[in-house]
Structure formats: structure tokens, C-alpha cells
């Protein structure tokens, strides 16, 4: 047979299976329905190329970006960066064979739709859309899942506090090998789970609101790429490094802060992490991470803004530093002290640290009593051979004393009273006054018959009675260890049911103390606002008992510190502590609808006293009272104690109770300047007119040029932004919110501080170094004015041009202010831009920004030379044009004489009883608060 006959039979064989493939290749009707409905979700679904009446996906020709099996199943749809607006169709988990979804880059909305049971998908690429909620049976199911990424959703689950990945994901998915969620709203801690996935190899998490240690699941884990960086939070990622240690296949870690964003974790770095066999690159900057610098081999390692004592890896630090960080690492790395122990020098003058007295360059005094720490003693102390006096009462303490410090030859005092210890008591000298009252736990004693068990919890006396730091008071026996059945104070042998009997005793007198101390429940608390008529500028409360009976307490009756633990009471410079029930009565008990805003540590209330007085409350949310909110808390009482000003919204009180901390201001009924500048169509309020622009930049300036001016206290605000700015009902703005304020240094020199503050209002060296100067204020002010002419926020993803800086509102606006015609463009619409002398006026408010944002501190001006170009603007007078106003009733356009007759005749309506007089109507006249409608001036009256 010849090759054309052989030929023959087969062609159309070929032309059968080919005619069997496309029929087979029909698209499937439920997948096509997905597609429909897809395109029906669109706002724009033209973008996608399919035509609107198709009826066969798979082709041929198939649709655009759709890939299907032979059985007619959609298997892939590749729709990444198409410009694709409007949702996913709730139907979208019937595509059950879809294996690959590439939808990336797309400006998405909405919900995500449930993949419950595409069981076939194992790449699913939904990152940088903008994707708000997200259903509980997500990820139920998926599983052949490998590769999922959410990230860049940053509204996904936002208005609901965010959200984690629910344990399915590690039941449905165990092949998964990727899981990037950066910047998606992840909320709390780390789910444990994660660190179970035996197949995950990338975890990103990063720009998420995560907090609290990284698990111990993670102990060994074969993760080998891992991003934890720049949780955004107020309460962030903290605890040590030492799980990081075991996890042998990493190759690249990141734990930085990038600037604003630190993270908190903390201690040591543990010796393992510099021998991981496989890192490759390892990112730690900007946490609260202490001692030497590891010798990490990893060929990109950075670890800038730490605490570490010695400036290089692999170069060591002083013996006392060590000593001294091993005793931390012992109380679990107590925020304040991470904080203020940094340096290899803990005896550097005027910066040595919190708790550390120092004679001639010697560490002679350890002194944390009543810190708050919890852990055990550490054997270290005993390195540290020049321990005069080491005070730990007053603390959480656990297990033994260590025998190193019976090694302290100097050693004189030793107070570890009133905390959890256990014996035995190691052998000191008789010349060492030692003391352990309040160890109730302490069993180098035998228990008598009626004493109180070894193992029985504290009483309340024993934390609140005695006066922890007090030495002399009843210690154990010291010596040979064996258990007695009495206790000893100062060498003297006492029964143990009379020490006992002296414990309980001290805790009634602190008891009844507490209680005489105490205002009788029911009371309640008037808050008046500080006039600034009144002597020494003091305010007062007024306490109305139950019986209705008064009393005012004037600010200078209790001065100095004074007790935070309840009660109503002044401190120094007038401030005074308000019940937590009246502020709770003032606004509703923190009603929903009383909501200002959300700042700072908390949420921010409006409250209306029963005075009619409004007030604005700060309230710290339970969960981020750490220390280092609480040092906010507490920085910003102090300084608002120093600062007055008609510019600097005023501080009322605070209140403190249990978990509540809660700081009272005067009320802003106009709100944030951001409001009015970025959402004043949300909020349905009319755009700032250029005058009231120019009025709140000069009062601005003024504030701060206050603050840079004090003589003695020369404050930095540190976070000086347009929310950070209110408005009163005059549109005058204030400076508000002082708890990162820090104390300038002289003339033009910086100090070097923690990096905090909002980023787009970083000045570059700050944000480089975390070096500050009062230029640091400068340049913040320089982005508010650039806000407050274009209409645009500091940062904005969104702003067209060539590079990652471009972002930046000072960069970017640098780049355009020299051309006229972007500049006009740059304005924000709402100023018209066509009237010449408001396009001058803002001319010169871009060249003063301008200057204001130079790259170098040097090239900035100071806050003076702002007022000094924005009075001019501002005070520049011209007559109104709209109608004259009406005084009383009058016509000014009548003759003089007519005029005067006029006012006369209305002067005398308001005497004979023709217009009641508010103290005919009400009984008195009510006086004007001060600090609401008008607030303090400085002595030169700005």
C-alpha cells in the first residue's frame, strides 16, 4: 500500500477527534454563569475584552484571560493589573475546577465571596484590590491550595477591628507554601497555628495590627522567608527573639520598624540566631533589642535603631551592661527599663539609667522598687561587685534568692520584701541587712498551727500593707538552712503567729488609711475650667456629697505627687484626678454616638457636664495600656502642667481607675483640620475658604512658636499634623495631642531620641537618625501647609510620577512648585486659583512650605520667621462687602444724632425690665468657662 492510501483512512480520524475535542471543550453552564456574573459585578466590563452575549467561554476562540480543561471547566483566569472596577459575584465558588486566579493590581471593592470547596485551586492571587471584608468559611476546603496572597486589601475587615486567618486554613490547606497577608488588616496575635504547617515556606505578614510574642509553635518551624515588620498598631509584635533561634531553614527574616512603625520586640538576641545555616538576609532595625550586636554572617544584615551596647557585630560590651541585661532578660524585659537602658555605659551622666545610682563611675545602687516585675532574681547581680544597695521590694518576684550575691563584698542593704520568693535563704554576712517581709511563700519557716500556709495565695495585706522599701522589717533566717518554726527581725527571734498577727495589723492601718482617704461613693465631681483671672491660675472641684452638702478644694491644697489610685484630688500645677462615674455620666457611658475620633492610645468622646460645660474626653483602650502608653499618659499631663497658650488646646483633668485612664480637654466642636481638608465631602461640611486656611496656619505657627520658646521648657510636639489640629466654633485652630512632646535642646543642637510620630511629617534626619531638633517641628508644619493648599493628605499611594518618593507630599510637591502652571494644578480645587491675588497668597505659602521642607534642618527657618510672613496675610484688611452688620437694630446709614437717640432708647429697654436679665430668669448669671470659647494667651498675648 502507498503512503497516500495509508493516509487515506486517517484524515478523517483526525478530523473526528478534533470535532470530539470542541465538543467537549463547551464551556461547562455553571462556570459560564460565574463568568456572566462577573462581568454583571463590573463597573467596567468592557475592560475584561468578553462579549456580552457570548455563550461559549472556552472557544475556540476562547474569551480573553480564560483558560479551560477539556472537560469544558475554567481552570485559570488571568486577569492581573486589567483595570478591572466593582466586585466578585457571590457565585464565585462555584468555579470547583479553577486552579489558578490571578486578580491582582485591580481596583476590586466589596466583599470577598466564600472559596468554600474549590477544592482545585492552588494559586490564588488577589493582592493590591481593595477588598473590605472577608467571609469566616474563606478558606474552607481549599485543598490543594500552595500559593495565597491578600495583601495591599488594607480595608479588609478594618471597620470590624480586622481579622486573623481562621484555623481551617491549617485543617483544609496542608500544602500550602505560601501565605502573604502584609497590609490587610490582620489584627491581634499571631495564630499559633502557623507555625504547624509543616509544607509553608513564606510567611509575609507584615503592615498588620499584630501584637504579643511570636509563638512557640514556630519553635523549629521549616518557614524559610518570614515578614513580621512595621505592625502598625499601637500595641505591637514584642517579646524576644529566642523561638526565632530554632528555625534553621530561614533565609531571610524581617522584624524591622522602617521608621514610625517599630516594632516592640525585645532582650537579647540569642546566640543561635547568628548561626542560622541558611540566612541569607535579616532585618531587625528598630526594635527595643539589647546587648551586643550579633556576628550574623548573613551577607544583607541590618540592625540600626536598637539598643545595643556595642556599636559592631561580634564586638562585646561592659561586664556590669551584661550583668545588668541578664537581670532583665530574668524579669521579662519591663518596657520602661528596655527603654532607658541602652548605651555601655550605665553610669554616662546625665543619661544614666532608670533605677542605677552611680558614685565615681561605680555602679553602687540598684533601686526598682514597686516596678511591677515579674520573673526571678538573676544570678547576675552578683557580677556587678560595686552593689552597695540593691532595692527589688515592692514586685512580683518568684523562686530563690541566688547565691551569687552573697559574693557582694560592698553589699550592704538587700530589700526583697513584698514579693513571691521561696527559700532557702543563702548564707550572708552579719554585716548585710537584709529584708523579706512579705514573701509569704518563703519557706526557709516552718508554718506554726495557725499560721497561714506556705502555699496559700498573698493576702491583700500582704500587697498592700508595710511600706516596701522600709528595710529592717521581719527577714528569714539566714545560715544553715534548716527549717525553724520562727522568723527573725533584725537577729531578734519572734514566734511566727506574732509576725503574722504584725502583718495583718499593718494591712488594717493601710486599709483604713485607704478608706479615710477615699471619697464616700455616690459623690459626684464638677469640673470648672481654669480662669485665668484666678490667682496662680489654679482650678478648683467642687465635691457634692450625698447628703448635698460641698466643699472646693483649691489647687494648691495638695500639691506635688500625689496618689493615683482612686479619689478626687490635686497635683501640682493645678490638674486634679475627676471620678471616672462623672466622666462616664458625661458622655453616656462612652456612648457610640459621642465618638470624636480615634488618636493617640484611644478613642476620643464628647461629654457635656452638669454644668452645660463640653468637654472632650481621651479615652486609652484597656488592651494598649502598656508602658509605654502609660508614659504617654503621663508626659502629656506633665507637660500641658508647663504649656498655656490660646494656640495649645487646654488639658481639664484626667481620671484614673483600674484599667481607665482618661485625659479631659476642652471641647473643639469644630473638630480635626484633616476633617475639613480631606473629608469635608463625607461629612457634608464646606471647604475651608483661603482666609480661614491662612488664619489656622498662622495659629499654628504661633502654638508652636511657643512651645520652641518657653526659656527653661523649650518643648519638640513630635507629631504635629493636621489631626492633630482642632478647630473651635470660630475656626481657630489649636495644636493638640503632647504625649510624644520631648524637651528641645539648646540652640541649633539635636538629641537623640525614639523614633515616633506619624510618617509623611517626618523630617528625613529625624526618620534617618532619630536625631531631633525643634526643625524637626518645622518641617511638619511645612507638610500641614502643603495639605492646606493642595487639599491632598502627606501620603497618597495614588499620586502620579516616577518613583517610591513621589508618594511623599513634600517630595512631590518640591518637584512642581517652580512651574507655574503645576503649581495651579497642584491647588486644591475648591481656591480659586483664577483670582490673581489669591494665587499670590498662596505663592507665598508654597515658597514659606518650601522652605519649611528643605531636606536640611539648617535650610529650614525657625516658627518665628512663619508668623512673621503669615501676620501679614492674615492681618491684610479689606472692606466687606456684603451687607452692614446689625448693632441692636440700627441703621448705620442714619444721621449721628438719629443713631445715638437709637441706641439710647435700646440701652434703656434692657434696664426698665423690658428684656429679662439672665440673673432675673435664671436666679444668677452663670460665668462665661473659660478655655472653651477663648483659651489662654501667652505673656505676649498671641
Not at 456 to 472: I, K, L, V
Not at 493 to 516: E, M, N, Y
Not at 753 to 766: I, K, N, S, V
Amino acid at each position: 500500500m502507498d503512503s497516500a492510501a495509508a493516509a487515506a483512512p486517517v484524515l478523517p480520524l483526525l478530523a473526528l477527534l478534533l470535532l470530539a475535542t470542541a465538543a467537549a471543550a463547551a464551556t461547562h453552564p455553571a462556570d459560564l454563569a460565574v463568568l456572566r456574573d462577573l462581568r454583571k459585578s463590573l463597573t467596567n466590563p468592557d475592560a475584561l475584552g468578553w462579549p456580552e452575549a457570548g455563550d461559549d467561554a472556552c472557544g475556540p476562540p476562547a474569551w480573553p484571560h480564560v483558560s479551560c480543561d477539556r472537560d469544558g471547566r475554567v481552570d485559570n483566569l488571568d486577569l492581573k493589573n486589567a483595570g478591572l472596577a466593582g466586585t466578585l459575584p457571590a457565585s464565585f465558588s462555584s468555579l470547583t475546577a479553577l486552579q489558578g486566579l490571578s486578580l491582582q493590581g485591580n481596583a476590586l471593592s466589596g466583599p470577598l465571596p466564600s472559596f468554600r470547596g474549590m477544592s482545585s485551586l492552588r494559586q490564588a492571587f488577589l493582592n493590591n484590590n481593595d477588598f473590605d471584608t472577608i467571609p469566616a468559611d474563606f478558606f474552607d476546603g481549599l485543598t490543594d491550595l500552595l500559593d495565597i496572597s491578600l495583601g495591599n486589601n488594607p480595608r479588609l475587615n478594618a471597620s470590624t477591628g480586622g481579622w486573623a486567618p481562621p484555623d481551617a486554613l491549617a485543617t483544609s490547606a496542608q500544602q500550602l507554601q505560601t501565605l502573604s497577608l502584609d497590609n490587610c488588616s490582620l489584627s491581634g496575635a499571631i495564630p499559633p497555628f502557623l507555625g504547624t504547617m509543616n509544607s509553608l515556606q513564606n510567611l509575609t505578614l507584615s503592615y498588620n495590627n499584630l501584637s504579643g510574642p511570636i509563638p512557640d509553635t514556630f519553635n523549629g518551624s521549616a518557614i524559610q522567608r518570614l515578614w513580621l515588620n512595621n505592625q502598625l498598631g499601637e500595641a505591637k509584635l514584642s517579646g524576644t527573639l529566642d523561638v526565632i533561634a530554632t528555625m534553621t531553614s530561614l533565609q531571610e527574616l524581617w522584624l524591622h520598624g522602617n521608621q514610625l512603625n517599630s516594632n516592640q520586640l525585645r532582650g537579647l538576641v540569642p546566640p543561635g540566631l547568628a548561626t542560622l545555616p541558611a540566612l541569607q538576609e535579616l532585618k531587625i532595625d528598630n526594635n527595643n533589642l539589647l546587648g551586643p550586636v550579633p556576628p550574623v554572617k548573613a551577607p544583607n544584615f541590618t540592625f540600626a535603631g536598637n539598643e545595643f551596647c556595642a556599636a559592631k557585630p561580634g564586638d562585646t560590651c561592659a561586664p556590669e551592661v551584661m550583668a545588668l541585661l541578664q537581670f532583665l532578660a530574668g524579669v521579662q524585659y519591663p518596657t520602661g527599663l528596655v527603654d532607658s537602658w541602652s548605651g555601655n555605659d550605665p553610669c554616662a551622666g546625665a543619661a544614666s539609667w532608670a533605677g542605677v545610682t552611680c558614685v565615681q563611675g561605680k555602679l553602687t545602687v540598684l533601686n526598682l522598687p514597686n516596678k511591677g516585675l515579674n520573673g526571678t532574681i538573676s544570678p547576675s547581680l552578683g557580677n556587678i561587685t560595686t552593689l552597695v544597695d540593691v532595692n527589688l521590694g515592692g514586685n512580683h518576684l518568684t523562686g530563690t534568692v541566688p547565691d551569687s550575691l552573697t559574693k557582694l563584698a560592698s553589699l550592704q542593704k538587700l530589700d526583697l520584701s513584698m514579693n513571691d520568693l521561696s527559700g532557702p535563704l543563702p548564707t550572708f554576712k552579719p554585716s548585710v541587712q537584709v529584708n523579706l517581709s512579705g514573701n509569704l511563700n518563703f519557706n526557709s519557716t516552718a508554718a506554726a498551727p495557725d499560721a497561714q500556709p506556705s502555699n496559700s495565695p498573698r493576702s491583700p495585706a500582704a500587697h498592700d500593707g508595710g511600706a516596701p522599701g522600709s528595710h529592717g522589717s521581719n527577714a528569714a533566717i539566714p545560715g544553715d538552712r534548716k527549717k525553724t518554726s520562727s522568723a527573725v527581725l533584725l537577729g531578734t527571734t519572734i514566734p511566727v503567729a506574732v509576725s503574722v498577727a504584725a502583718l495583718i495589723s499593718v494591712g488594717a492601718v493601710f486599709f483604713c488609711k485607704k478608706r479615710a482617704s477615699t471619697p464616700p461613693q455616690g459623690a459626684s465631681v464638677v469640673v470648672h475650667p481654669r480662669d485665668s483671672s484666678d490667682p496662680d491660675n489654679l482650678a478648683k472641684i467642687v465635691v457634692a456629697t450625698n447628703d448635698g452638702s460641698s466643699g472646693t478644694s483649691q489647687g494648691n491644697t495638695h500639691s506635688g505627687s500625689s496618689s493615683l489610685t482612686g479619689g478626687v484630688h490635686m497635683i501640682e500645677a493645678g490638674n486634679f484626678v475627676i471620678a471616672v462615674q462623672v466622666l462616664r455620666g458625661a458622655t453616656k457611658n462612652f456612648a457610640k454616638e459621642n465618638v470624636l475620633g480615634h488618636g493617640g492610645f484611644g478613642v476620643v468622646y464628647k461629654g457635656e457636664l452638669h454644668d452645660g460645660t463640653m468637654i472632650a474626653v481621651k479615652r486609652m483602650e484597656s488592651v494598649a495600656v502598656s508602658n509605654k502608653a502609660l508614659d504617654e499618659f503621663q508626659a502629656e499631663i506633665a507637660v500641658l502642667t508647663k504649656v498655656r497658650h490660646r494656640n495649645l488646646v487646654s488639658i481639664l483633668g484626667y481620671a484614673i481607675e483600674g484599667n481607665e485612664r482618661l485625659l479631659v480637654y476642652e471641647y473643639m466642636p469644630n473638630g480635626a483640620l484633616s476633617r475639613h481638608l480631606f473629608q469635608w465631602k463625607q461629612f457634608g461640611l464646606e471647604p475651608l475658604s483661603l482666609k480661614k486656611r491662612l488664619n489656622i496656619a498662622l495659629d499654628v505657627a504661633r502654638g508652636m512658636e511657643y512651645l520652641h520658646n518657653l526659656g527653661h521648657h523649650r518643648f519638640i510636639h513630635r507629631d504635629l499634623k493636621s489631626a492633630n489640629i482642632l478647630l473651635g466654633d470660630d475656626f481657630r485652630a489649636k495644636v493638640s495631642d503632647f504625649g510624644l512632646m520631648k524637651d528641645a535642646p539648646d540652640g541649633n543642637f539635636s538629641v537623640a531620641t525614639r523614633l515616633a510620630g506619624t510618617f509623611g511629617y517626618l523630617a528625613p534626619e529625624y526618620a534617618v537618625t532619630g536625631k531631633i531638633s525643634t526643625k524637626a517641628d518645622v518641617f511638619s508644619f511645612g507638610v500641614v501647609l502643603l495639605e492646606l493648599i493642595t487639599g491632598t493628605t502627606a501620603i497618597d499611594d495614588s499620586r502620579v510620577g516616577e518613583g517610591e518618593e513621589t508618594r511623599h507630599l513634600a517630595y512631590w510637591f518640591c518637584q512642581i512648585r517652580k512651574d507655574e502652571e503645576k503649581l495651579r494644578a497642584a491647588i486644591d480645587p475648591t481656591l480659586d486659583v483664577t483670582d490673581e491675588e489669591i494665587f499670590e497668597s498662596i505663592s507665598v505659602i508654597a515658597e514659606l512650605a518650601g522652605h519649611c521642607t528643605a531636606r536640611e534642618p539648617s535650610q529650614r527657618p525657625d516658627m518665628g520667621h512663619a508668623v512673621n510672613v503669615l501676620v501679614p496675610m492674615v492681618e491684610k484688611w479689606k472692606p466687606v462687602k456684603d451687607e452692614a452688620e446689625d448693632y441692636l437694630g440700627i441703621d448705620l446709614h442714619l444721621p449721628l444724632l438719629q443713631m445715638v437717640k437709637s441706641w439710647q432708647d435700646a440701652e434703656a429697654s434692657m434696664t426698665d425690665g423690658s428684656i429679662l436679665s439672665l440673673e432675673d430668669s435664671k436666679g444668677s448669671i452663670p460665668a462665661r468657662p473659660a478655655g472653651f470659647a477663648e483659651s489662654f494667651t501667652s505673656a505676649d498675648g498671641r
